[in-house]
């Protein structure tokens, strides 16, 4: 079962911004708006623990900015190294005007 979390109102987070919902069972989750695609990322990167939402986003990937890890926002895939593992992805999406993301 999912938890729906509630992170900010929709005209909060325009197209190249990122939100951070803090305190869901998987600890800081990252919301992505790409030309107004929400993604939902955990924000934690799997090589170094740095906050990928301080990353730079490019074609649909975030770069971790500790060491220049891609990650697919859509997939959670790293694109190489040094990063080796996924990340979670969560689904994020706007229901009343508000940004939600579902976290299982």
């Not at 695609?37 to 730079?56: I, K, P, T």
């Amino acid at each position: 079962m999912s938890t729906v979390h509630e992170v900010c109102p929709a005209d909060a987070l325009p197209p190249g911004e990122v939100a951070v919902v803090e305190g869901t069972p998987d600890g800081r989750v990252a919301v992505f708006n790409v030309d107004g695609e929400l993604y939902g990322l955990e924000d934690r990167c799997s090589h170094q623990q740095a906050w990928l939402s301080e990353g730079y986003v490019e074609d649909c990937a975030v770069e971790c900015p500790l060491h220049a890890a891609m990650f697919d926002l859509r997939t959670g895939e790293p694109s190489g190294l040094p990063a080796t593992k996924p990340v979670r992805t969560y689904r994020a999406y706007v229901e009343g005007g508000t940004v939600k993301v579902e976290v299982p």
